[in-house]
């Protein structure tokens, strides 16, 4: 069966060669960077992320954060999620989608602000209230309002739950925000679909391009992120076994 799962990768603005790390994550398949300021104690605008926001930038990757209190964090780390130190890199990378994760938490309503200030601020919704997530979707950009969990924090059936009731009459805005936000936001839609009929060829094979510049990935077939996606094989496989086999001087699949 075809994996669902998108990773995402992680790396510390502290450490060595952060840029070249990601870079490795990059290759071994990530499509997003995922950083959380208050775990690995940094400030997001700090001088020396930028660099990363900067290569998202390039990659044409999400950059996904915690953002915003949620009330069980230490008074000493609660310092590095505080929703107005996310302006700097909202402001100062435009090129750069940062998804807000928790949408601000019990900063919800600052973090709405950062959203409808900036054109490249994501609200992810879990770990709000329904009242909070009410106030999201009445108030903000629905086209930059994406559905997550917190899973293992929070069970899946509450998060789901929320968004059911709050979108409750508005079939559109619930496929938004349960789907096609994100769908669009990872690129998931570029991806090859299987073959319909039982019967149909695959005539071509479509290939996610390497965007790197590193030097390491000379060979369009040396990275995975230059490799045919998952449904693309599947879709050879299934027309290879299909393929006629009374003639055995049939065509070979290209």
């Known amino acids: 069966a075809r994996s669902s799962t998108?990773?995402?990768?992680?790396?510390?603005p502290r450490r060595r060669r952060p840029k070249?790390?990601?870079?490795?994550?990059?290759?071994a398949g990530a499509r997003g960077l995922k950083l959380h300021p208050q775990l690995q104690k940094f400030l997001p605008g700090a001088d020396e992320a930028m660099p990363l926001y900067a290569l998202a930038a390039a990659e044409r990757i999400p950059v996904l954060w915690h953002?915003?209190?949620v009330g069980l964090e230490l008074p000493s780390a609660r310092k590095f999620v505080q929703v107005p130190s996310y302006e700097r890199p909202l402001a100062e990378c435009p090129?750069?989608?940062?998804?807000l994760g928790h949408a601000g938490a019990l900063d919800s309503d600052q973090g709405l602000e950062l959203q409808l200030r900036h054109a490249n601020?994501?609200?992810e919704v879990s770990c709000i209230s329904l009242s909070q997530l009410r106030r999201v979707i009445d108030r903000g950009d629905p086209d930059r309002i994406v559905y997550g969990t917190d899973w293992p924090f929070y069970h899946h059936a509450l998060a789901l739950a929320k968004v059911l009731v709050a979108t409750e009459g508005r079939p559109a805005?619930?496929?938004?925000i349960l789907h096609d936000n994100a769908a669009r936001l990872l690129g998931l839609?570029?991806?090859?679909?299987?073959?319909?009929?039982?019967?149909?060829r695959v005539r071509s094979t479509r290939f996610r391009a390497c965007r790197t510049r590193s030097r390491r990935c000379r060979s369009r077939y040396s990275c995975r992120r230059s490799t045919p996606t998952i449904s693309v094989f599947r879709s050879r496989m299934w027309a290879w076994r299909s393929r006629p086999r009374a003639c055995s001087t049939s065509p070979p699949i290209r």
């Open 6 to 12: 998108t990773p995402f990768g992680s790396v510390h």
């Open 20 to 27: 070249q790390r990601l870079e490795e994550q990059l290759h």
């Open 67 to 69: 953002c915003g209190p």
């Open 95 to 99: 090129e750069t989608t940062f998804v």
């Open 121 to 123: 601020a994501v609200l």
């Open 173 to 176: 805005l619930r496929r938004k």
């Open 189 to 200: 839609w570029l991806r090859v679909r299987a073959p319909r009929s039982r019967g149909e």
